[in-house]
T-cell receptor
């Protein structure tokens, strides 16, 4: 098993659909992250689960809803998305104390296209 | 505001040396990361600097000057497989990771 696995790799959905992105890490890490990556822009941190606490970014629209049932799995539930939400969604994990000094291990991402 | 600056794109020749710069203005500093990302793939960790100086790891080296708010990634003996984007990220005073937009490195034969 590779370190961080994301499914699906590609997703095309309409604005009224509901879908979920899945992430699984096999590294025994204690923190997991969702990022949005758009062309020529910095990675945008969306959500963090660290030591089973959710750290929320208040600028993320409510049409994105994370779920972390355990330390190995992370979901991002999507509903009524907008065309500007089309991007690469990356999941990452790390073994991190509060100082964020541990490197993050990324999955290959889900390429999301909103029609 | 917080800002990480990297060149958008660089071109270098196979076998040569290239230096990718990163300057930062952040609320505090608690470390700096470099990641490599090939097109369509996951970013992968390259280096972490928290003290001033040069860290060497094979063909790749990373340098940090905290007083200047500056880091660079040095790639030696360039290979075609080094064509990728290189991302700089800084841990700020709140231990949040601030990312640069990345530098796309193109290697020509």
């Amino acid at each position: 098993e590779t370190g961080v696995t994301q499914t699906p790799r590609h997703l095309v959905m309409g604005m009224t659909n509901k879908k979920s992105l899945k992430c699984e890490q096999h590294l025994g890490h204690n923190a997991m992250y969702w990022y949005k990556q758009s062309a020529k822009k910095p990675l945008e941190l969306m959500f963090v689960y660290s030591l089973e606490e959710r750290v929320e970014n208040n600028s993320v629209p409510s049409r994105f809803s994370p779920e972390c049932p355990n330390s190995s799995h992370l979901f991002l539930h999507l509903h009524t998305l907008q065309p500007e939400d089309s991007a690469l969604y990356l999941c990452a994990s790390s073994q991190s104390d509060r100082d964020n000094s541990g490197p993050q291990h990324f999955g290959d991402g889900t390429r999301l296209s909103i029609l | 505001g917080q800002n990480i600056d990297q060149p958008t794109e660089m071109t270098a020749t196979e076998g040569a040396i290239v230096q990718i710069n990163c300057t930062y203005q952040t609320s505090g500093f608690n470390g700096l990361f470099w990641y490599q990302q090939h097109a369509g793939e996951a970013p992968t960790f390259l280096s972490y600097n928290v003290l001033d100086g040069l860290e060497e790891k094979g063909r790749f080296s990373s340098f940090l000057s905290r007083s200047k708010g500056y880091s660079y990634l040095l790639l030696k003996e360039l290979q075609m497989k080094d064509s990728a984007s290189y991302l700089c990220a800084v841990v700020d005073s709140n231990y949040q990771l601030i990312w640069g937009a990345g530098t796309k490195l193109i290697i020509k034969p």
